[in-house]
């Protein structure tokens, strides 16, 4: 699903080049979860742009899905983006006085989907991860583990391949964070690649492999034995109907 040979990440800030990666070598399976982990300035977050092609390298050679992104313009990253990868961001960005449907249905628009399907497949979404009950509720009517939740209905509604999750969980208390991650994980056995981007221990050890990031290299590549998440052999995310394609 996604490889990367020799990236590396160089940027200008002044008169002072900064080499934010120094020659990544990274491979990720079809279906994996994924933890992706490091101190500040470690170059994590640079790596997450790369992965999420919000960004290009400016060296070595980045395949998505058998794609070679890595030299792609802006127009040709944005439709890999909008067709293969879902994000969630730590930050929920969701529209003050717009309800859960219509905040999920949005990004379907921007696609060109006409608003019957966009609208049935934005429920689909929600009732997903749990929110049937919610889809006409603004933010503010809303708890914090419930505006991530609809923050990643929007992110599955487009039937993404990856979900792409930069601190998914830091701006939620322990009880909403564990029921984030529950989604996840129920995403992944479901056979969705999920890679998460965190400094949290406990957020990682929900993945099934950590990646340690250091000074721009892969210093740590460690798969785990992971407990059954709990709500796993429950209903799926997802149904098969539904699933990632």
């Known amino acids: ?62 395949t ?61 979404a929600l009732a997903a991860v749990g929110l049937s009950d919610r889809l006409d509720h603004r933010p503010d009517e809303l708890s914090g583990g419930q505006q991530q939740r609809v923050a990643i209905a929007r992110a599955l509604a487009p039937r993404p391949n990856i979900i792409l999750a930069d601190e998914p969980t830091g701006a939620l208390d322990t009880a909403s964070g564990e029921e984030i991650l529950r989604i996840f994980s129920e995403l992944h056995a479901q056979g969705m690649t999920v890679v998460v981007i965190t400094h949290d221990q406990d957020v990682a050890r929900h993945a099934q492999r950590i990646i340690w990031i250091r000074d721009g290299l892969v210093v740590s590549d460690d798969y785990q034995d992971r407990p059954a998440a709990e709500g796993d052999g429950a209903k799926p995310v997802l149904s098969p109907a539904q699933g990632a394609g």
């Open 64 to 124: 998505l899905d058998g794609i070679d992104v890595s030299r792609m313009n802006d127009h040709e990253q944005a439709r890999i983006r909008n067709r293969r990868i879902g994000f969630v961001f730590q930050q929920f960005n969701l529209l003050p006085r717009t309800t859960a449907l219509k905040q999920v249905a949005l990004p379907l628009m921007y696609a060109g989907m006409g608003r019957a399907e966009r609208f049935q497949r934005a429920g689909e």
């Open 1 to 62: 699903m996604i490889h990367m040979k020799n990236i590396t990440k160089s940027y200008q800030m002044g008169k002072q080049q900064v080499h934010a990666l120094r020659g990544i070598d990274l491979t990720i399976a079809d279906g994996e979860f994924v933890a992706i982990m490091g101190p500040s300035g470690s170059g994590k977050s640079t790596l997450m742009n790369l992965i999420g092609c919000l960004d290009a390298p400016s060296g070595g050679m980045y």
